[in-house]
């Protein structure tokens, strides 16, 4: 059974910082990519990052770019956001991903890990 699953969220001030990180297991990630995407309350789910489980080539939007940033450990089989110069618009639940590359719509997605930012 293949399982994502976030941890690190929690409530933090703005300006802050916060490492979310999302443990995969249940198959073989090789071949896929791995990412992060949140949502508030009344808006879309929106992409964040991804990054290749094999090989690397991370890839932001550009709501992350300069204080998001995507990593993993194959070893730990854990990827994770970190999260610099936290602003209230942060604030969303935020959940781990896995899509097959060169395909668009995730396989598999995490239950999600709030994050809370307060002015």
């Known amino acids: 059974q293949v399982q994502l699953v976030e941890s690190g969220g929690g409530l933090v001030q703005a300006g802050g910082s916060l490492r979310l990180s999302c443990a995969a297991s249940g198959r073989s990630f090789s071949g896929y990519r791995l990412g992060w995407f949140r949502q508030a309350p009344g808006n879309e789910r929106e992409f964040i990052a991804s990054?290749?489980?094999?090989?690397?080539?991370?890839y932001y939007a550009d709501l992350a770019k300069g204080r998001f940033t995507i990593s993993k450990d194959n070893a730990k089989n854990t990827v994770y956001l970190q999260m610099n110069n936290l602003k209230p618009e942060d604030t969303a639940v935020y959940y781990c991903?896995?899509?097959?590359?060169?395909?668009?719509?995730?396989?598999?997605w995490g239950q999600g890990t709030q994050v809370t930012v307060s002015s």
């Open positions: 990054i290749n489980w094999s090989g690397g080539s991370p």
């Open positions: 991903a896995a899509r097959r590359q060169g395909v668009q719509r995730p396989d598999y």
